[in-house]
T-cell receptor, first 111, second 114 residues
Framework: SQQGEEDPQALSIQEGENATMNCSYK?????LQWYRQNSGRGLVHLIL?????REKHSGRLRVTLDTSKKSSSLLITASRAADTASYFC???????????FGAGTRLTVKP | DGGITQSPKYLFRKEGQNVTLSCEQN?????MYWYRQDPGQGLRLIYY???????QKGDIAEGYSVSREKKESFPLTVTSAQKNPTAFYLC?????????????FGDGTRLSIL
């Protein structure tokens, strides 16, 4: 069963622009994680945000969480061609440890 | 360097055949996971193991089997009962089975039907 849904499904931008991806979920969560997947490779963990946190930063990444709207956003600033990848959110359900992944946003950054 | 190694990278299955995908980790992680990824889609959980000698079914366990006899190894067998096995299979591990722990992934095995 899928918990998170990313939006948009695909995003194409020019190098240097900012990229924003959104994740919505249905039930209350304790944790939300963002991952990146380069084509044909495994996923790489980017950032974890807990339900009592509203914003976290890691380098050019900024993640926000709005539990009232059951949504999170991932912002990549000053994007580079190397940021081209699929980005997934993963959420738990507040009553268990199972993580569920969304279908992802496919980001293309044109040089 | 610590990490997760999946092998083979590509695998072909004949009708009626069982095939086994290997997953080895040297991260000393207790928890391990198997996911299936279909084109353009997210990951679906097949099986997970919280600790050695334990494993639990995920959302799509039918047609698959696993074992966890050693902490570092979590092989996945795709049986002939799995009628649509063509997919990208990802193995992952985490320090413990908790949702606040990041998962570390291997680079996958792509399985196709001959």
């Amino acid at each position: 069963s899928q918990q998170g849904e990313e939006d948009p499904q695909a995003l194409s931008i020019q190098e240097g622009e900012n990229a924003t991806m959104n994740c919505s979920y249905k039930t209350s969560i304790n944790n939300l994680q963002w991952y990146r997947q380069n084509s044909g490779r495994g996923l790489v963990h980017l950032i974890l945000i807990r339900s009592n946190e509203r914003e976290k930063h890691s380098g050019r990444l900024r993640v926000t969480l709005d539990t009232s709207k059951k949504s999170s956003s991932l912002l990549i600033t000053a994007s580079r061609a190397a940021d081209t990848a699929s980005y997934f959110c993963a959420t738990d359900a507040s009553n268990n440890n199972d993580m569920r992944f969304g279908a992802g946003t496919r980001l293309t950054v044109k040089p | 360097d610590g990490g997760i190694t999946q092998s083979p990278k590509y695998l072909f299955r004949k009708e009626g055949q069982n095939v086994t995908l290997s997953c080895e980790q040297n991260l000393n992680h207790d928890a391990m996971y198997w996911y299936r990824q279909d084109p353009g889609q997210g990951l679906r959980l097949i099986y997970y193991s919280q600790i050695v000698n334990d494993f639990q079914k995920g959302d799509i366990a039918e047609g698959y089997s696993v074992s966890r006899e050693k902490k570092e190894s979590f092989p996945l067998t795709v049986t002939s009962a799995q009628k649509n096995p063509t997919a990208f299979y990802l193995c992952a591990s985490s320090i413990v089975w908790q949702a606040n722990q990041p998962q570390h992934f291997g680079d996958g095995t792509r399985l196709s039907i001959l």
